[in-house]
């Protein structure tokens, strides 16, 4: 087994197609959507470090070999992975890649793996030979890694392909996180309401991305809270399917996609006080309805309906419609 611990000082063949390759890929980051990104990252540097299949995703380490959270399948199929669950534990390459903060390795499997059976699954999935390379948080065993895979038995890895590999490795992640936030700028457009914190969290709470405002925002409602994982009764909740919760100080609400919860944080306003009928009915009012408009759509008695905008305009604190849009928009 060979592998480097940090980035190679050793220069690029060519500079000049280095540097454009990256700017290539942020320029990627940006222009592709979070379905199409990383399949075009991974063609993109096809040309300059051949490979046939990929994996890519986030995991952690654990004695039983790899844990994981996000995972990016190139030009392979679910059956692999599910073929590799039961015999992870034998995946040395892995075991020794995540040793160190950062590492980049190339691997013969006919060699690396000392499981017959490990080996027999690498050459049935076309993983005769292997580059791996991670960054760990030898603290909890988190990585993010991405791994390259050669079908034929003769393609080794070459030392100055490993050096690539990992100068690539920061800017492939950075550029991953940049298409990230960039899609959940997309779900989130500017509001008049109120200011939003945005982060993007994997299904099992660990936290990708932050902004300022979000990490305020739970630190507010839960006192002691560090960032890198979300508070487990948050967590606990959109477990348990809920899309909006709603806390003592906070509304957080969540978007899946991709293995990954896009969230939403805002200060609690008076309007999460209205019951989901009252909202409907206060919607109906911002729109210009009158009461006895609201009770004939609603089927509901004029009576009843003038009750529910009462309750509402305690509840908000407005005399009047045009403080009703204004507390309803704080809550947009």
């Known amino acids: 087994m060979q592998y480097i611990e940090r980035s190679d000082p050793s220069r690029f063949a060519d500079f000049t197609d280095f540097s454009d390759l990256l700017l290539r890929l942020y320029r990627l980051s940006h222009e592709q959507s979070i379905d ?8 993109l540097i096809k040309p300059l470090l051949p490979f046939d299949s990929s994996m890519w995703g986030t995991a952690t380490m654990t004695p039983v070999g790899v844990d994981i959270h996000t995972i990016h399948l190139y030009r392979t199929s679910q ?23 950062h590492a980049t390795g190339g691997f013969h499997s006919p060699v690396a793996f000392e499981d017959p059976e490990m080996r027999d699954f690498m050459t049935r999935f076309g993983h ?9 948080d030898t603290s909890t065993n988190f990585l993010h890694w991405i ?10 890895c070459e030392a100055e ?13 950075q550029a991953l996180a940049l298409n990230r936030t960039a899609h959940l700028d997309r779900l989130e457009p500017a509001t008049v309401g109120m200011p939003r914190g945005l982060a993007i969290a994997d299904l099992r709470g660990f936290l990708y991305h932050t902004d300022p405002h979000f990490e305020a925002l739970l630190r507010a409602e839960w006192h002691g809270w560090r960032n890198g994982a979300l508070p487990a009764a ?30 939403r944080a805002r200060r609690r306003c ?46 908000l604190e407005v005399g009047n419609i045009a ?7 704080l809550a947009e």
Do not use: C, W
């Open 323 to 329: 403080g009703l849009i204004a507390e309803l928009r």
């Open 128 to 136: 005769e030979n292997l580059f791996i390379s991670a960054t760990t």
């Open 36 to 43: 199409a990104f990383q399949d075009s990252a991974l063609e």
């Open 234 to 263: 948050l967590l606990e909740r959109f477990l348990g399917g809920e899309e909006r919760v709603v806390g003592r100080t906070l509304v957080v609400r969540r978007h899946v996609a991709h293995r990954l919860m896009f969230l």
């Open 79 to 101: 059956e692999m992975l599910d073929a590799y669950e039961p015999l992870k534990q034998h995946d040395l390459a892995a075991t020794e890649i995540t040793r160190h903060r």
């Open 161 to 173: 392909e490993r050096q690539l590999l990992d100068q690539l490795r920061p800017h492939l992640m």
């Open 270 to 315: 008076r309007a999460d006080e209205l019951t989901p009928r009252e909202t409907t009915i206060a919607k109906m009012i911002a729109q210009g309805a009158t009461h006895k408009e609201i009770a004939q759509q609603l089927g509901r008695a004029p009576a009843t309906v003038r009750n529910h905008i009462q309750a509402i305009y305690a509840k």
């Open 147 to 156: 791994s390259l895979f050669r079908a034929k038995r003769d393609a080794h």
